[in-house]
């Protein structure tokens, strides 16, 4: 039992905040815009996702987070799985935080799934549907020992194409670069998705493209996805959030979570 530690979560995403308290052996703790403990000199972490009625789920920690503050909790931390506001066309300006900020990734589950439901991982390829992908996939191609392929021109034929992206909406990029690695002569598309907001036609899209697994995170609810989805798998990063809460209340480092990733 980890001691001084309290798990609030904010309505945008209760499942994941249970199963991330689950993992740290922790009861999630009780609000109802009020909070239903006493935090007084306590490590509090608020856990909120960006998804749904965005501006209503911001707005919900950050009372969260100044009532804490107001009843003496010793710290407070809100963990973030998917943050608000990120997607853009283009960055405008660079800006920095006045507090201290730790990015967590998801290859630890995107890794297991791989090693867990693609038994040919030595026969695979990690393929970035564009050049400013390139550097987000070369962390699971380092780590799988494989090639990697931009979607342009390497030769990908006979090998299993696993396309990595981020921030997809309506899937339209993804699905046309499945389709020209299926003309280029790969066997099989995977594609794995974090986050992924699923708008428009983006369901109709997946549905009409050659993937044999589309696999998300959920760092945004997908239980309305799956229900009729075949194709569309979910990797649970919970444990990464549990792990990371766990060494920050610890004052542990967090890169060494992401730095000895096993295969």
């Known amino acids: 039992m980890i001691l001084n530690i309290k798990i609030f979560s904010s309505s945008s995403h209760q499942d994941l905040s249970q199963k991330t308290a689950d993992c740290l052996g922790l009861e999630l703790s009780k609000t109802c815009m009020e909070i239903g403990e006493s935090v007084r000199g306590e490590n509090v972490y608020i856990i909120r996702s960006g998804c749904?009625?965005?501006?209503?789920?911001?707005?919900?920690?950050?009372?969260?987070?100044n009532t804490c503050k107001i009843v003496s909790a010793s710290q407070l931390t809100a963990v973030i799985p998917c943050f608000p506001y990120a997607q853009q066309d283009k960055k405008d300006k660079r800006v920095f935080f006045d507090i201290p900020v730790n990015y967590l990734y998801a290859d630890l589950g995107v890794l297991k799934w791989i090693r867990e439901n693609i038994s040919e991982r030595k026969n695979c390829t990690i393929v970035s549907s564009d050049a400013g992908g390139?550097?987000?996939?070369?962390?699971?191609?380092?780590?799988?020992?494989?090639?990697?392929?931009?979607?342009?021109?390497?030769?990908?034929?006979?090998?299993?194409?696993?396309?990595?992206?981020?921030?997809?909406?309506?899937?339209?990029?993804?699905c046309h670069a499945a389709d020209k690695l299926l003309l280029a002569g790969v066997t099989r598309v995977y594609a794995i998705l974090t986050p992924s907001i699923f708008c428009g036609p983006a369901i109709s899209h997946i549905n009409n493209?050659?993937?044999?697994a589309v696999v998300v995170t959920n760092t945004i609810p997908q239980d309305d996805k799956m229900k009729h989805r075949s194709k569309i798998q979910v990797i649970d990063i919970s444990m990464i959030l549990a792990e990371a809460i766990r060494k920050t209340h610890n004052e542990e480092s967090i890169s060494y979570l992401f730095n000895h990733v096993p295969l």
Do not use: Q, W, Y
């Open 52 to 65: 749904g009625e965005i501006n209503n789920n911001l707005m919900a920690p950050l009372i969260m987070i």
């Open 209 to 212: 493209a050659c993937f044999k």
């Open 134 to 174: 390139a550097k987000r996939v070369n962390s699971i191609e380092d780590r799988l020992n494989v090639d990697f392929a931009l979607i342009h021109k390497e030769d990908v034929k006979d090998l299993v194409a696993i396309l990595v992206d981020d921030m997809v909406d309506t899937c339209g990029t993804i």
